[in-house]
């Protein structure tokens, strides 16, 4: 019998893309990064030191032995099990044996700096400092008396030191704790954090790396970054410098529009510089190996001179294993040369795995070399129509066919890196940019027009009568790359908050790829357009299950020091504060708010208006709503992230007024008087009630305010017996009286307060008065996030987690 094999035809055999080899390198990138990660993570006993010794050594010698038989298995893809696993297994113990050691230089480190003042080490800035909440943040290398180095830290100083200088100081040592931000530094190899008192002395790098570093002060003074948008955006392209980005807010709608790496310098700056050279060059009569050279040269005093960010060290080290594999004759091979150049720096710099840009540059390099062309493929297949019968094509619908398989090209690039680096991304930002793949296909041209642009100009600074008119130009397109951002992170759902954890997200995305490489099918349109269907149905669905279903519900958030008590029912949603960071961002983003009808702001002070600023472009918000006689007295930055939030202003809201949250009812109790927000007093409290479908609820909410002003909300009959209360002030000794739990009676009071804060909230005081009047007592540093929803015989509570061994659901029908 004959068997019938479906073949397709010649023109889809010409553009389907042919499955790529994996290098065994890739194999070995991917042991050695998870084995550092384990390691610096989880740590190792220092007892296991003389044993992982020994099997460095031994894995050495077998590496160099497996090494040397792979050497025929280079192309083959994954056929070769039998050799990939050994150079796995040698890959895992290396890698442990490297992160055990440089675990060890880490708390070296840390003990050094613990034991001797901080004025006796000399620290050495690396790169440029970001502006923070209380200064100038960057890391430094820490050196002895002779020059050696001890170890790197966190730098915090109250004002901006130059990359490169090196700075004496009077300070404080921090030592990295066991808390997510410690064990990501010290992932990192970071020691810990040295906080600047008072700088004694400031001692700029000299020799040619100095002179270097001050063209670059020279360059950057020619372009007044601090004068527009589109002079930071240049600033930020061209010389690395993003301190002027983040002073503008700008970053907010780099992150929005999933487009934060086309400022960081890396391999998208490196591919123009080394286009513009090989253009120059190839005029000359130079040898290949010559220009080469040369061009690698000019590219690393690039990367110098933007201050030798990690990104552009990268892609540097990327291009140099690139140009060294032509020079031996060997064809250019993307996924092999990113591979060996990732593995080269995971084995010298075992800290680099727990860097987020380096798995982020390795991840998005990989899923394009991988499966960028058949992305692309598929997209263009699908977008494809069908030719009319005739001889030949006019020239603009050649044209347009050019350009649609241009777009699919770049869409699918951008898709793909957008995919493969999800399981990174959301559990860091805790969002997911809708509109990355439009907003890089739109601004890239633009991005390499403002760079090519502006690397010109930063050539001719010694000639400003030459630069003017290129720097003008530069500055206009830069200009226009901004107008067109900002228009993009303002689009509805632009940006969606999403927590994931990693774990589940990277192993859904292993299982899809591997099937995918397996199957490698043939795209047909028909089966495209289903799955498109399917995906614009159920994203629809998901939306919409978002926006309009909403259970009725208060819940008092979990953001850390701070208050944040989102009011939901069904399509509408109102947030009363939004805590101190960026943890409210992330906190709505598991309660699955995409939108708020509004934002009121009880009082002015960080802990409850600090995370206004993290909600721009994360969130969609109609408005926000302060007390009376507070809007005159708003800061300037809080005024500038209200609007860029709201679309206009803060509007005032006063004693009697009332918000509306579907069948929620806000009505404003206190204060009386026009306030300046400055003060707990100056609180806005709220009295909430809900009733429908025989459900109901009471509660007051009362922001900072105090036992005075309860008080004289009970005295005035303006809220007497509730079924939830949220604590005022934190839960602090002045909270409420025992009177005024006794009348207020709730059921359950919930405490918004750190773990660990200096405050010591909640206070033993105001707990013994809530449980005195038989109140179920709550505080988010124990059980997290609260939950409060209506019922019909009394309100229904639940937690985040657990405390003391206590049930999840804390109270049903009170």
């Not at 509004?598 to 302060?626: E, K, P, Q, S, Y």
């Amino acid at each position: 019998m004959t068997a019938i094999v479906a073949v397709p035809s010649r023109e889809a055999d010409a553009r389907m893309p042919v499955r790529p080899a994996i290098p065994v390198t890739l194999w070995g990138l991917v042991a050695i990064i998870l084995a550092e990660r384990a390691v610096l993570h989880f740590g190792m006993p220092r007892s296991f030191g003389s044993i992982a010794v020994a099997v460095g050594v031994g894995v050495g010698a077998c590496l160099l032995a497996v090494l040397a038989m792979m050497r025929k298995a280079m192309g083959r893809g994954v056929a070769d099990v039998p050799a990939v696993l050994p150079f796995v297994l040698a890959s895992v113990l290396v890698g442990a044996l490297l992160g055990w050691l440089a675990l060890g230089r880490v708390n070296s480190a840390a003990e050094a700096l613990s034991t001797t003042p901080v004025s006796a080490w000399g620290l050495e800035v690396e790169g440029d400092m970001a502006e923070g909440g209380r200064g100038w943040w960057g890391r430094a290398r820490v050196l002895d008396e002779s020059g050696g180095k001890v170890g790197a830290v966190w730098l915090s100083s109250p004002t901006r030191l130059e990359c490169g200088s090196m700075v004496s100081c009077v300070g404080r040592f921090k030592p990295n704790g066991d808390d997510e931000w410690g064990v990501s530094s010290r992932m990192q190899g970071l020691a810990g954090t040295v906080s600047v008192v008072h700088v004694t002395a400031v001692r700029e790098v000299g020799g040619s790396l100095g002179a270097v570093l001050r063209m670059r002060q020279t360059v950057l003074a020619s372009f007044s970054p601090d004068e527009s948008d589109g002079a930071a955006v240049l600033a930020g392209s061209v010389c690395g410098d993003r301190a002027p980005i983040r002073s503008r807010g700008l970053d907010d709608a780099f992150a929005t529009c999933g487009v934060s790496h086309l400022v960081a310098v890396s391999g998208g700056h490196l591919a123009i510089l080394a286009g513009t050279l090989a253009a120059l060059l190839g005029k000359t009569r130079l040898g290949p190996g010559v220009r080469g050279s040369l061009a690698l040269g000019v590219i690393a005093l690039f990367i110098v001179f933007c201050g030798a960010p990690a990104s552009a060290v990268r892609a540097g080290i990327m291009s140099c294993v690139s140009f060294g594999g032509s020079l031996v004759g060997r064809r250019s091979h993307a996924l092999s040369s990113t591979c060996a150049a990732a593995l080269a720096m995971a084995l010298l710099d075992p800290y680099v795995s727990g860097q987020l840009g380096f798995l982020l540059s390795v991840a998005s390099v990989v899923g394009i070399c991988l499966f960028g062309s058949y992305v692309s493929h598929e997209l263009d297949v699908l977008t494809r129509m069908p030719r009319h019968p005739g001889r030949g094509q006019p020239a603009l619908v050649h044209t347009l066919g050019r350009l649609r398989s241009n777009i699919c090209d770049a869409l699918g690039v951008s898709l793909v890196a957008q995919l493969f680096t999800l399981p990174l991304t959301c559990p860091a930002f805790g969002e997911v940019s809708l509109i990355a793949p439009l907003a890089n296909l739109v601004l890239a041209p633009l991005f390499a027009c403002l760079v090519s642009l502006g690397l010109a100009a930063a050539a001719l600074t010694p000639l400003s009568a030459l630069q003017f008119p290129v720097l003008a130009a530069a500055e206009g397109v830069s200009q226009a790359f901004c107008v067109v951002l900002c228009a993009l992170a303002r689009l509805p759902l632009a940006c969606l908050p999403m927590e994931a954890s990693a774990a589940p997200m990277l192993a859904i995305l292993c299982a899809a790829s591997a099937a995918l490489y397996g199957v490698w099918p043939t795209p047909r349109k028909r089966i495209l357009l289903r799955g498109a269907a399917a995906l614009a149905g159920g994203s629809v669905a998901l939306l919409l299950g978002l926006c309009l279903l909403q259970p009725a519900r208060v819940c008092v958030l979990d953001v850390g020091q701070g208050d944040a008590i989102l009011v939901a029912d069904g399509s509408t949603a109102v947030l009363v504060d939004t805590g101190p960071d960026e943890k409210v961002s992330q906190a709505l983003a598991r309660q699955g708010i995409i939108h708020l009808d509004a934002i009121v702001l009880t009082h002015l002070h960080d802990d409850h208006v600090g995370g206004v600023d993290d909600l721009v472009g994360r969130v969609g918000c109609n408005r926000v709503l302060v007390a009376g006689g507070v809007t005159d007295q708003i800061p300037e930055d809080l005024s500038a992230s209200i609007t860029k939030l709201s679309g206009h202003a803060a509007e005032e809201i006063s004693y009697g007024d009332t918000i509306r949250a579907g069948s929620f009812s806000l009505r404003v109790v206190s204060p009386t008087e026009p306030v300046d927000g400055s003060e707990n007093a100056d609180s806005l409290e709220l009295a909430l009630t809900y009733e429908h479908n025989g459900n109901g609820l009471s509660a007051l909410l009362t922001g900072d305010a105090e036992r005075d002003e309860t008080g004289a909300c009970l005295a005035r009959g303006d809220v007497g017996d509730i079924d939830f209360l949220k604590v005022g002030h934190h839960g602090s000794e002045l909270s409420l009286t025992s009177e005024e739990a006794a009348a207020l009676d709730p059921e359950v009071s919930v405490a918004s307060a750190g773990e660990g804060n200096k405050y010591g909230h909640p206070r033993e005081e105001c707990v013994d008065a809530l449980e005195g009047a038989d109140s179920v007592f709550l505080c988010t540093k124990d059980v997290g996030t609260v939950t409060v929803r209506p019922g019909a015989r009394g309100p229904v509570v639940s937690s985040e987690r657990t405390s003391g061994g206590s049930a999840a659901a804390l109270v049903s029908g009170l």
